[in-house]
C-alpha cells in the first residue's frame, strides 16, 4: 500500500512518498481502508524528532482516519463497508489502517470522510476540557484562544452546543470570520484581547487556552471568581507561569488537561466520550471547519501549513 514516512528527522519537508506491505490487524482491531486522514500539530513534532513518544525510523506518522471498513472482530459492532472514523495513534498517513475497537466511531452517512477525518481528536478533546475538567455548565461564558485552530473551533462548536456563550480570541480578520462561523457570538483580536472580553461580556466563567504564552496573565484576569482556566497546550511556543496568590485572592483554578493521557490509562472512555458527542455530530452541530484538503502526495506540504501558522481551519489529506 501507499503510505508517507517520517524517514528523516528533518521536518514536514523531508517527508517521502513509499510502498509498503498491508498491515495485517490484531485480534481487537478494526482494518480500515483510509478516504481521509487528519492532519495535526504533534505530527509536526514528530517530523523533527520532538514528540514524547518516539518510534523508530522509518514511520507512517498520522493518528485520525475516516474511511470504510475492511475488516473487523466479530462481536466488534463493525462490518466490512461500514463508513467509520477513527483514532490510529500512528499510521494514518496510508491507504490502510489499524485501530483498536474501542476507537472507531460509527460517521453519519451525510459527513463527507474529509470532515469526519477532522473530528476525533479536537471534539474529543474539547468535551474533555470543557465537560469533564472545566465543569462548564448551561448559562457560562467561555473565552476561547486560537478559535480558527482545530481545537478551538471545536471548543467554540461545543460550548455554543451546551448553551454556553462564547466569545472567541482571533488572531487576523480571516481567523475571526471562521470563528464566528464556528458559532462564536463574539469575536476578540488576540492583542489586547482582555480589555475587549470585558467590553463584551464583562468577565467569562471558563478559559479555554490551547496557546499559551504571553497571553495566560490575562487569561487569569479575565475570569469571574470561580472562574476556570484550562491549560491545553502551547501552541504559541513559551510555557507560562502563574503567580498563585492571583488563584487565592480571585479563588479561580487553573486546570491541566491532558486528554490523551487519561484516555491511555482507561479503555473505554474514549468510545464513551463518542457517545455523548455522537448526537450532535449527526445533527451537524459539530463540523470541524476544514480550510485545506490535499493529496496524500502533498503531506509535507500539508504539515507545513501547520508549522508555519498559515492553517485556517483544519488540514486534511485526501487519500482516495
Known amino acids: 500500500m501507499r503510505v508517507i514516512q517520517v524517514a528523516a528527522l528533518e ?56 474511511g470504510t471498513v475492511r475488516s473487523a472482530p466479530p462481536a466488534s459492532g463493525f462490518a466490512p463497508g461500514d463508513r467509520v472514523a477513527a483514532l490510529t495513534q500512528f499510521g494514518a498517513y496510508a491507504e490502510l489502517a489499524v485501530a483498536p475497537v474501542d476507537q472507531v466511531f460509527p460517521l453519519p452517512d451525510s459527513m463527507e470522510f474529509a470532515i469526519g477525518a477532522a473530528v476525533p481528536i479536537n471534539y474529543l478533546t474539547a468535551q474533555f476540557a470543557m465537560v469533564r475538567r472545566g465543569r462548564l455548565r448551561t448559562g457560562e461564558t467561555v473565552l476561547v484562544h486560537g478559535a480558527a485552530g482545530g481545537v478551538g473551533s471545536a471548543a467554540v462548536q461545543l460550548a455554543r452546543a451546551l448553551g454556553a456563550t462564547v466569545v472567541a480570541v482571533a488572531s487576523s480578520p480571516e481567523k475571526a470570520e471562521l470563528a464566528r462561523a464556528a458559532g462564536a457570538h463574539h469575536v476578540v483580536a488576540a492583542d489586547g484581547f482582555l480589555a475587549a472580553v470585558k467590553d463584551s461580556v464583562g468577565a467569562v466563567d471558563v478559559v479555554v487556552d490551547p496557546v499559551g504564552g504571553d497571553r495566560f496573565t490575562d487569561s487569569l484576569r479575565s475570569l469571574r471568581p470561580e472562574g476556570r482556566l484550562l491549560v491545553i497546550g502551547f501552541a504559541g511556543g513559551e510555557i507560562p507561569t502563574v503567580r498563585v496568590n492571583r488563584l487565592l485572592l480571585n479563588n479561580i483554578e487553573v486546570v491541566g488537561v491532558a486528554w490523551g493521557e487519561y484516555a491511555s490509562r482507561r479503555p473505554g472512555s474514549v468510545a464513551e466520550q463518542w457517545r455523548e458527542i455522537e448526537p450532535l455530530v449527526a445533527s451537524g452541530a459539530l463540523a470541524p471547519p476544514v480550510g485545506h484538503r490535499l493529496p496524500l502526495a502533498a503531506a509535507g506540504e500539508a504539515l507545513a501549513l501547520l508549522d508555519d501558522r498559515r492553517a485556517v481551519g483544519r488540514v486534511v489529506l485526501d487519500v482516495r
Open 11 to 66: 521536518g514536514p519537508q523531508a517527508v517521502v512518498e513509499a510502498e509498503v506491505d498491508d498491515p495485517v490487524p490484531g485480534p481487537d482491531q478494526v482494518l480500515i481502508e483510509v478516504h481521509a486522514a487528519g492532519v495535526t500539530f504533534p505530527e509536526v513534532l514528530q517530523t523533527r524528532g520532538r514528540y514524547q513518544i518516539k518510534l523508530p525510523l522509518p514511520f507512517v506518522p498520522g493518528c485520525e482516519v475516516a
